[in-house]
């Protein structure tokens, strides 16, 4: 180990923090506001009051210090819905994106090693992929009934072929590495190979992938709700929140203010943690800061 | 970059460009002439035209669609009361089981070709397969026959005092004369071809499903000369085109009626009333003055709701004036309404209505559902999500259910799969449900054989299956009956009996005030259609 | 190349194929279907099943699978249940709406973003390349409805310069025609633009740190063509791609513009069809999607040979 390296790892920590920050302020920033929003969502008992109740009489009333967000059309408190909205928001982005990437994964890794699986599990991802995916959440939603599983069940489906082609593409790379030739030469088993060589090369883009489709599942939901196809009203999301409402965007804007900056906040944070995250992970861009 | 390639990107270049074009090409010109803009009224009505038989379907959309193109027998005018209008004159034998009918001069289809009474009788068999009241009307009817070629009769097994009303009626589906060629079409079917006897005629060329359905002035038709009032009177035509634009978003059709890009609205959300009310161009008017009725329907086949307790249970739950205010806003548009036949209608009445003036009362709500055996099971009730006021309502219903302590499931899905489950008699949990919610008209309502939610016929009658033997028997007495008097008379005994067994619930009684540009004047305040003749811009 | 094309085109069948199964047994392995819709507010359940039957709703799934494909293949997308009027027809009718406002929204969002792109890329690291940045992704944040009403609510009802919803053909002037799309384009288009300025600017920076472009600015080549000239080009092929994948994308975006302004477009009426329950209209509509989809892509992957002469099929 030459002198300067030792003086680099021998810095006091404080200033490697800042340091993290300060190159990646994108992935610090949006990390942020996630947490933060995900605390409030916990938190919600606490910090706000009863979502569902409705007391008509009250509907319609602006910001004040009872209702801090106003109340909506059936005089429920917005500011509670919103707090509860998040839980909903951030579940179904986070349902969505595990579901796809883990079944991507794993129809991904079948296509990338067999021959056979793939040829066929690619043509089936293709007719997938050529349905518009708002489409196929609309129709699969309107069919069945409208509950929280059904719709993200309606998102995840149409993100999972891009999870597939992502994951097979690294696979296919990955294979054609020389150590990777060389572990299967001399005679390592499929398992380790996936563990040791396949698996950590997938999960850096994947993880990339995976914000991303957790910031478009929120969006999503909030189109579904729009077109009358999303989660069932009771429940509040923002997507339902703020399509429910619009009819009052000129008489009662907090009522669409409170979700619509909530929802646009968060699928900002989610984006720029991604953005954060694939500056880190990717190779190229990595190499270039 | 080598020759070869260049060529090549050209070739590829100059047979994009040319496949592009030919598929570009639309190859069609609309060279008809429209009429001028101030012979033309773009109107946005409540909801889209989906099924062009007015017969076959209880579409309120359909009865416009029907009243644009067909004329009727009979019809209401402003003051609800039944006038003729295809018909000269008719009268009753002394036994009052002959009734004949004279057609007035003149009438023909918009082909030119004439109406006969050969058109009517087909016609009304039709509609009679289809609605409810013209089941129960000719179950008295022994025959239909022609006389000549103005004049019909109606030969009935015994007197029938609701013949005429019931041909004048504006409950859907309204008794539309078709042609002789449609009127035979197969009541399970629909007509495919659109000739009419009334005032405008379907430009079939103009109109785009789903976007906008196209009336033009019939030439042919010969309107009555007393002046329009209602479905009465003379319907005549004073602009060259209507033309109904299918716009699924409020906001949307209110900001184009605030831009002057249509002339009529006829459901603007009550909540932004307020904003229009301030504008000049525009003036607000309640055409339809019965109005609407919230109604929860209970299923009589399973638990809870097949005990008399849990259904009473529910009239003391619900308060009428949230599920008004929720959706409508504005009390100056609604009401609360105890009478089992709408308010503000001959039918109306007070009789058994302690429970209204005590209501909400959820304690005795409680006791009453707990009376009846309820352990807590699920109550499955449907929600439509993409109706407003069935949205709101399920969300009351459900918070003050599970207010008392019941256990309560919410099923939402937009109104195609509520009407989809509702037809379903199995247990809730095996695809039936417990609760729904939907709206009837208010004068619909009012009349005990038009409305086919009246019936208490159980496995026969409409969703929600209800069942009373005294009620049906008070119907058909009430249909026999002659005067208004005795009508009210009866009415009031049917109320006694219903609020006791409960068929159903009302969650409260509103109007819904049209929006228009102040230039466009005459049009008729009628419930169940909105008409267009007797309208013109200034 | 040809022999390229054709294989494409033979597996754009069988992918079409495949979405049409999977559709078919989308809707109808769901419960509900148009008959209680179609049988309206009176019937009994009798009536209903009598219309079930008569639909052919009755028969057993392969039957009715096979009977649908047969027709599709003979060119006959079917006839509406509700309407009566044939698919094709239908969707002769309102396609023009939807092919305007996607090819405004692309020539729009395809220029401001490249614009942005190219621009964030040569003054990287500066303000206005992290403005560009942060512009984008709150572009890609915010739903499109909301933008929409937004934009109507300022442009057409306070300032009254556009129109409020509304489409007016080609063939009754350029510009009525434009306006009416003005809004629509942004409303759909800013999620585009977004997504099209950051791929052309990480593009662009991958290309711009080539030795090739240093050589070219110590030559003295002029910023403009150098950015446009030789830097877009080698660029293209990710920009392209992503304009592929945004066309793909604009296709599911144009159902919710298509409802805020009022266009009577393919979109809108695919969703009134699935809330009706009207299946021949739903699946006309999404194989034609697809059949789209899967051309464009073709079309992408063709345009790479003229974009990179290194790229051969």
């Known amino acids: 180990m030459t002198v300067a390296a030792a003086e680099i790892t021998n810095m006091p920590r404080r200033s490697g923090l800042w340091h993290f920050v300060r190159r990646n302020p994108t992935l610090v920033g949006g990390s942020i506001v996630l947490i933060l929003v995900a605390l409030a969502a916990l938190a919600a008992p606490l910090i706000a009051g009863d979502p569902i109740a409705a007391k008509p009489a009250n509907r319609l009333r602006p910001p004040s210090h009872l209702n801090w967000l106003g109340t909506d059309q059936l005089g429920r408190d917005v500011w509670a819905r919103t707090v509860y909205g998040a839980r909903i928001s951030l579940v179904v982005g986070l349902a969505v994106a595990t579901i796809a990437m883990a079944i991507g994964l794993l129809v991904g890794l079948l296509a990338g090693f067999s021959r056979t699986v793939e040829s066929v599990v690619m043509r089936l991802m293709d007719g997938l992929m050529a349905i518009p995916a708002i489409l196929l959440a609309i129709a699969f939603v309107s069919l069945s009934k409208a509950s929280v599983s059904i719709v993200v069940a309606a998102i995840a489906l149409p993100e999972i072929p891009r999870v597939v082609r992502l994951v097979r593409s690294v696979v296919l790379s990955v294979r054609e590495q020389p150590f990777v030739e060389a572990a299967v030469a001399s005679g390592t088993r499929l398992p380790k190979i996936l563990s040791r060589h396949i698996l950590p090369a997938t999960v850096p883009p994947l993880i990339v992938q995976a914000t991303y489709v957790a910031a478009s599942a929120i969006l999503i939901e909030a189109a579904l709700s729009f077109l009358g196809a999303g989660t069932p009203p009771e429940i509040p999301t923002w997507g339902n929140m703020i399509a429910s409402s619009r009819v009052y965007l000129g008489l009662a804007p907090w009522t669409i203010f409170g979700p619509g900056l909530a929802l646009a906040l968060i699928v900002l944070a989610v984006n720029l943690v991604g953005d954060g995250l694939r500056d880190r992970l990717d190779p190229r861009i990595a190499r270039r800061m | ?30 060279a008809q002439s429209a009429p001028p803009a101030a012979k033309t009224i773009r109107a946005v009505m409540h909801g889209d035209l989906t099924v062009l038989d007015p017969i076959w379907t209880t579409a309120n959309m359909s009865a416009y669609h029907g009243a644009m193109l067909y004329d009727t027998l009979f019809g209401i005018d402003a003051n609800l009361d039944t006038k003729p209008q295809m018909v000269a004159k008719w009268g009753a034998s002394d036994d009052k089981k002959t009734w004949t009918f004279e057609l007035r001069d003149g009438l023909k289809f918009s082909d030119g070709s004439a109406l006969t009474s050969e058109d009517v009788i087909a016609s009304l068999r039709r509609w009679a397969a289809r609605d409810g009241a013209g089941q129960h009307m000719m179950q008295r009817v022994s025959d239909i026959a022609k006389k000549d070629d103005k004049t019909f009769q109606f030969i009935l097994k015994e007197p029938y005092g609701y013949l005429v009303d019931a041909l004048g009626k504006t409950s859907t589906p309204l008794c539309y004369i078709m042609r002789k060629k449609e009127a035979e079409t197969n009541p399970m079917e629909k007509i495919t071809a659109y000739v009419g006897s009334g005032p405008f005629t379907f430009n079939e060329n103009e109109t785009r499903q789903g976007v906008r359905y196209v009336y033009d002035r019939n030439p042919n038709y010969v309107p009555r000369s007393e002046p329009a009032s209602g479905l009465a009177g003379g319907k005549v035509a004073k602009v060259d085109r209507i033309i109904f634009e299918n716009m699924a978003d409020s906001q949307t059709a209110l900001a184009a009626l605030q831009a002057g890009e249509i002339d009529f609205y006829e459901t603007p959300p009550i909540d932004l009333i307020g904003q229009l009310e301030g504008d000049s161009n525009l003036t607000l008017e309640v055409l339809n003055k019965t109005g609407n009725i919230g109604w929860l329907r209970m299923n009589f086949l399973h638990p809870p709701f097949n005990n008399v307790d849990a259904r009473r249970a529910m009239l003391y739950l619900l308060d009428q004036e949230d599920f008004m205010k929720a959706t409508f806003g504005n009390p100056k548009y609604y009401r609360k309404c105890a009478s089992n036949f709408g308010c503000a209608v001959p039918m109306e009445n007070d009789a058994n209505t302690g429970w209204f003036k005590e209501a909400p009362n959820p304690a005795k709500a409680k006791e009453f559902l707990q009376k009846s055996g309820y352990k807590g099971e699920p109550i499955l009730l449907m929600q439509a999500t993409n109706i407003d006021f069935m949205r709101n309502a399920a969300d009351l219903v459900a918070g003050a259910l599970r207010s008392i302590g019941a256990n309560v499931q919410v099923a939402s899905s937009d109104w195609g799969g509520v009407v989809n489950r509702r037809a379903v008699k199995a247990p809730p949990d095996q695809g039936g449900w417990n609760l729904f919610i939907t709206w009837a008209d208010g004068n619909a309502v009012s009349n005990p054989i038009a409305l086919a939610g009246h019936a208490a016929t159980g496995e026969k009658a409409w ?54 540009r102040k230039n466009l004047t005459g049009l008729l305040a009628v419930p169940g259609v909105v008409p267009f003749w007797n309208a013109q811009k200034a | 190349m040809l022999a390229f094309i054709i294989r494409r085109l033979l597996s754009t069948l069988l992918v079409m194929g495949l979405v049409g199964v999977f559709i078919f047994l989308l809707l109808h392995l769901s419960p509900g279907d148009p008959a209680a819709i179609i049988a309206g507010d009176n019937a009994t359940p009798t009536q209903i099943e009598a219309i079930r039957t008569s639909l052919g709703l009755n028969d057993p799934l392969h039957l009715q699978f096979g009977r649908w494909a047969v027709r599709v293949l003979s060119g006959d997308l079917g006839i509406s249940i509700f309407s009566n009027v044939p698919v094709a027809t239908l969707i002769a009718q309102r396609v023009w709406p939807t092919l305007s406002l996607a090819f405004t929204t692309i020539v729009l969002a395809v220029l401001l973003a490249v614009a942005a792109g190219v621009l964030a890329a040569w003054k ?41 919803q509304g489409y007016t053909p ?35 920076l991958d290309v711009l740190a080539e030795d090739y472009m240093r050589t070219a600015r110590a030559k003295g080549v002029a910023t403009g063509p150098m950015l446009f000239k030789h830097a877009l080009k080698s660029a293209g092929v990710p920009i392209v791609t992503v304009v592929g994948i945004g066309i793909a994308l604009l296709i599911g975006g144009v159902v919710i513009t298509e409802t805020v302004f009022n266009l009577p477009g393919i979109g809108r009426l695919v969703v009134d069809a699935i809330s009706k329950r009207d299946y021949p209209i739903i699946q006309g509509v999404i194989l034609l999607f697809s059949g789209v989809y899967v051309i464009i892509n073709l079309l992408v992957d063709l345009s790479y040979t003229l974009l990179d002469p290194r790229i051969r099929y």
């Open chain 2, 1 to 30: 970059m080598t020759r070869r390639a260049a060529t090549s990107r050209r070739k590829f270049l100059q047979t994009g460009l040319a496949a592009g074009a030919a598929a570009a090409a639309p190859g069609r010109l609309t």
């Open chain 3, 124 to 164: 990287a690291g500066s303000f206005l390349d992290r403005l560009v940045m942060i512009l984008s992704v709150v572009g890609f944040s915010v739903p499109v409805f909301v933008v929409g009403y937004l934009l109507i609510y300022v442009f057409a009802i306070t300032l009254r310069w556009l129109p409020v």
């Open chain 3, 170 to 204: 080609l063939a009754e002037g350029l510009w009525p025609w434009a306006r009416h799309l003005i809004l629509p384009s942004l409303a759909l288009g800013l999620a585009y633009v977004a997504l099209i300025a950051r791929i052309t600017r990480t593009a662009m």
């Open chain 2, 463 to 516: 969703f929600g299956w209800p069942s009373d033997a005294k009620n049906e028997e008070l119907r058909d007495k009430w249909a026999l009956a002659a005067s208004l008097a005795e009508k009210q008379q009866i009415a009031r005994e049917l109320q006694e009996n219903a609020w006791n067994f409960v068929p159903h619930v009302w969650l409260g009684q509103w109007v819904a005030p049209t929006a228009r």
